[in-house]
């Protein structure tokens, strides 16, 4: 997993389908040398993961830098509006964002922890993976892994092109996404 895990991102995420304009953002607890790190992810309206980022801290230099990357991915649509739980360091980064004009000016910042409940479901099968690693040790060992888990959950998740949700992968998409003969 540590060594494929980052030559299968790289080579997936271009074959990734378009997300829709409406995300789902929240942050999730994983143990990492026993203190507890902070995995940020998105999700659109439908599901389908956006970006993900591991951080040590649960700031707002953080969220900025989750919401940065979030919206620099190639796959992800230009946000309507962004749902968020009630954590304080989200309208602060988002602020940020606005001024330095990052975010789109339509682009509403919405509070409701009931429009999370996609996003907090996704979790669990990202949880459930970290929870049968039995955690881990070192923050590049961790953050290598999760994009591993990550990667395949998009998979599964019928994200990729030529992949529907449900399907086995198949050996055509393989070829594909690795340029095999």
Known sequence: MQHYAPELGKRCRPHLNPTHDSYRVDETHIKVKGRWKYLYRAVDSAGKTIDFLLCAKRNTKAATRFFRKALKARHSASPRVINVDQNAAYPSAFAVLQQEEQVPERCQLRSNNYLNNLI???????????????????????WRTLRG?????????????????????????IAEVFRLA
């Open 149 to 173: 888990y990550e990667i395949m959950h998009m998979i599964r998740k019928g994200q990729l092109r030529g992949a529907e949700r449900g399907d086995s992968v198949s050996n055509h998409l």
């Open 120 to 142: 907090e479901q996704d979790h669990r099968f990202i949880k459930r993976r970290v929870k049968a690693g039995l955690g881990f040790w070192p923050f590049l060992t961790a």
